[in-house]
């Protein structure tokens, strides 16, 4: 039999025709033209979303995120150290009684500038309680390098003084007027003297009415004295000797006007002036007529040792103010920004603009107090430069950073305050080490570069003001010399003022 279905699904002739005729050439290539056309279009919609994509990080963040990284990488050149729980502590200890009424009196005449003047009177006011005797407002130093003319009342908020001690020892604005002529103890107390040498002159009161103390400088010692004697220095420099309210308030004023110019600035005290120079015998980097000029005005100035100080060895030893030149490339080895607004905090630089564009070459924003405030806002405090001074204090207390380039009067009080405040970051150059940098620079063994900044952070990087105890003397000295290379009381007053404990300011 035949299969009959087998031969109904073959094609016949004229299908196999139809099917020939339906691809025709035409056909072929209209179809050949739409593949063209399209693979075309595919090609650069891809092409596009691969240059986009190109563009663009693999892992995008949002935009608000993208400048974090940025700002991190600066904030530990801000931020203050750790204060670990550490907090000021200056309330008496229960054995603490208040101060016995005293007609015996202890008048005063204080020396130096304006933070030797404040050292010296907060020892005074501890004396005073150990004495128990009632202090006579001191008398300030005008006969000094400075000729200041200001009295206490002038620079200081003296009603504001009086009362804040007066459970701790009777203040008097003057002596009483019967006191005045009759025979006074003078006495020049020994340096860094301790709680048992004020207990021997204590015994002039039975012949002496009025003690009169020539000079008011390092008239306590550093350590070693009892823990309400301590405090008490605390509270007399850190609560009662607060600024007269026209100094206090501008200022404030300054620091307001230094905020809206950047949110963070530095507090650079540039001890670069000529008195400091001519003292130290430090003149590396000037010329010798400029030498010659500092010698002379050393051995004119009566309270300075006349002596013959090699500068080279004073400075290879650390014991030189940086240059501004040496002060821009620490700064800038530190990691801080072109951009840093710094405020300097001191008197006229010796050489002027030309040896601070030594500095402003690298960090151009730079300020003082006379392109903060005009002329007129500055007339009161001209030829007052214990109030000139009190404003860098206040600007310096105030700042994000402070970086002292020289270990003076002004350095060590600054950083003891702010050590006080709460650790706040205080920058102190390790000079002795940075210059042996600074001469490899100029002699080309060295480069300005990541390896000077590593050397110079890695140098810094316990250095920032945060929580440690107070140093004592040096090894090896003996005798009363070693009291003069003991870290000062009012440098860093941990631990009788700072502490974990639960006690509160």
């Known amino acids: 039999m035949v299969n009959r279905s087998f031969v109904q699904h073959r094609n016949p002739p004229t299908s196999r025709f139809i099917i020939r005729k339906s691809f025709s050439p035409f056909a072929v290539t209209l179809f050949l033209i739409f593949i063209f056309a399209s ?25 608000k995120f993208q400048s974090k990284p940025e700002l991190k990488s600066v904030d530990h050149l801000w931020n203050a150290p750790s204060s670990y729980g550490f907090h000021p502590c200056v309330k008496p200890t ?17 020396n130096g500038g304006l933070n030797q003047m404040r050292a010296g009177i907060s020892d005074m006011v501890a004396v005073a309680r150990i004495l128990n005797g009632t202090l006579v407002i001191p008398q300030l130093d005008k006969r000094s390098f400075w000729h200041d003319t200001s009295t206490f009342s002038d620079i200081f908020d003296e009603h504001h003084f009086i009362k804040t001690l007066q459970s701790d020892v009777k203040i008097v604005k ?36 009025v ?19 301590q405090r008490l220095r605390c509270r007399a420099m850190y609560e009662a000797l607060h600024f007269a309210p026209p100094i206090e308030n501008f200022g404030k004023k300054l620091v307001e006007r230094l905020r809206l110019r ?77 951009s840093t ?40 405090f001209i030829n007052h430069a214990s109030q000139s001074a009190a404003l860098d204090y206040i600007i310096s207390i105030e700042s994000d950073v402070f ?42 063994q060295l480069t300005e570069g990541s390896s000077l900044s590593d050397h110079v952070q890695q140098m810094h990087k316990n250095r920032q003001g945060g929580p440690r105890r107070r140093r004592g003397p040096q090894a090896g000295i003996k005798g009363r010399a070693r ?8 440098e860093n007053p941990y631990p009788e003022c700072i502490c974990k404990s639960k006690q509160q300011l």
């Open 39 to 63: 693979s075309i279009f595919v090609f650069l919609f891809c092409t596009r979303n691969i240059l986009e994509d190109e563009q663009k990080p693999l892992f995008s963040k949002p935009e």
């Open 94 to 110: 229960s054995r603490y009684e208040a101060a016995q009424t005293s007609d015996h009196y202890i008048t005063v005449r204080s």
């Open 174 to 209: 003057e002596l009483p007027k019967e006191l005045e002529s009759i025979p006074h103890a003078r006495k020049h107390f020994t340096s860094w003297a301790g709680f048992g040498y004020y207990e021997e002159i204590a015994r002039l009161w039975r012949d002496y009415q």
């Open 211 to 229: 003690i009169h103390v020539a000079k008011s400088d390092s008239r306590l010692a550093n350590n070693d004295l009892p823990l309400d004697i």
């Open 262 to 338: 950047g949110e963070r600035y530095i507090a650079l005290h540039l001890r670069y002036e000529k008195d400091m120079l001519s003292f130290t015998g430090c003149t590396y980097g000037l010329t010798n007529l400029e030498a010659e000029e500092l010698k002379i005005m050393r051995e004119k100035t009566p309270h300075w040792k006349i002596k013959i100080i090699n500068s080279t060895e004073h400075r290879m030893e650390g014991l030189c103010p940086l240059t501004p030149k040496e002060v821009g490339i620490f700064l800038q080895a530190l990691g801080y920004l072109p």
């Open 341 to 380: 607004l710094i405020y300097i905090a001191a008197g006229e630089i010796y050489g002027g603009d030309s040896r601070l564009s030594e500095l402003s070459s690298r960090f151009p924003n730079i300020v003082t107090k006379e392109t903060l405030a005009t002329e007129e806002e500055l007339k009161p």
């Open 403 to 444: 970086i002292p380039t020289y270990s003076g009067n002004m350095a060590r009080a600054v950083e003891g305050h702010r050590r006080f405040l709460g650790h706040r970051k205080t920058i102190t150059p390790e000079r002795k080490g940075l210059v042996e940098l600074f001469d490899k620079l100029e002699k080309g």
């Open 483 to 490: 009291f003069r290379t003991e870290e000062s009381f009012y």
